[in-house]
């Protein structure tokens, strides 16, 4: 079986799922974090090599004030329970986003963090958290016209290698897989530059019920997917890329 070498989840529907037990939404979200440390687990066990959690968007600061607190309070928990962890499992905590805009006793949180786990070499855990793609794309075009102002590079040296480094995501591969979880079918500002050739996935199960069978079956699905990145399948066939995860 084929592993994806970087696999991305939208974990969504934890309001839904507290909803329909009439329960406060906060209480999805918590269940939720359950299910996060059970998933990053796992993959980790699995040996899969990225694995990158879509947590908080940039849009998400329009919700209700106390569920974004709540949300951070939750972020803060799972940080200080789950160190010991990551540390045990070799895995090491990167973060995309503008963390300018998180709180900043959570952004000290999130450094340190990642400052412990800095020399790690198993799984790299990338937390996305007031994240936005358009956000991203925008804060790396405006590092690059920076760049060109100070005759620092000129326009005709900007490539696709060059946008990407200047992209949060900077020395991760581009993720082979990509879930989405409560079946809605769409990105929400997810990795918009990142997903040009990811498989996509969504499943029908609320975050909160994603269990260890929905990622295997995801999984298995990978399996079956023929990858092609606009060549043909007897070109693939001949490069026998599916084996490296495809192309980054
Ligand atoms: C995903 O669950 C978690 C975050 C966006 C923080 P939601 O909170 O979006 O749950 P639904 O989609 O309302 O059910
Ligand atoms: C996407 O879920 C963001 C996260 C999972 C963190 P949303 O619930 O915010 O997305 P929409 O509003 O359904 O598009
Ligand atoms: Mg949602």
Redesign the pocket.
């Given at each position: 079986m084929y592993l994806p070498r970087h696999l991305a989840i939208?974990?969504?529907g934890n309001?839904r799922w507290a909803r329909q037990r009439g329960l406060p939404r906060i209480l999805g979200h918590q269940q939720g974090v359950d299910v996060v440390r059970g998933i990053v687990e796992e993959c980790s066990k699995l040996g899969i090599s990225w694995l990158t959690l879509?947590?908080?968007?940039s849009?998400?600061w329009g919700r209700p004030e106390e569920e974004v607190e709540a949300l951070m309070g939750l972020l803060v928990n799972y940080l200080r329970n789950e160190l010991d962890t990551m540390l045990k499992h070799g895995i090491r905590l990167n973060v995309i986003g503008d963390i300018g805009r998180m709180p900043l006793a959570v952004a000290k949180m999130l450094q340190e963090s990642m400052e412990r786990t800095r020399e790690q070499k198993g799984m790299v855990l990338t937390l996305?958290l007031s994240?936005g793609a358009r956000d991203e794309i925008t804060r790396a075009v405006r590092k690059i016209a920076a760049a060109a102002a100070s005759g620092e590079i000129t326009a005709d040296r900007v490539s696709e290698q060059m946008v990407g480094d200047y992209l949060d995501t900077a020395g991760l591969p581009d993720p082979d897989l990509l879930i989405r979880t409560?079946g809605?079918m769409?990105i929400?500002?997810?990795l918009l530059w990142q997903l040009a050739y990811t498989e996509l996935y969504f499943t029908e199960a609320l975050w909160p019920d994603f269990k260890s069978d929905h990622l295997r079956q995801a999984l298995h699905e990978y399996n079956r997917r023929e990858r092609r990145f606009g060549l043909t399948g007897e070109q693939m066939k001949k490069e026998g890329s599916k084996e490296e995860g495809g192309r980054h």
């Open positions: 939208i974990m969504d309001g879509y947590a908080f968007s849009e998400n996305a994240y409560s809605e769409r929400s500002n997810f």
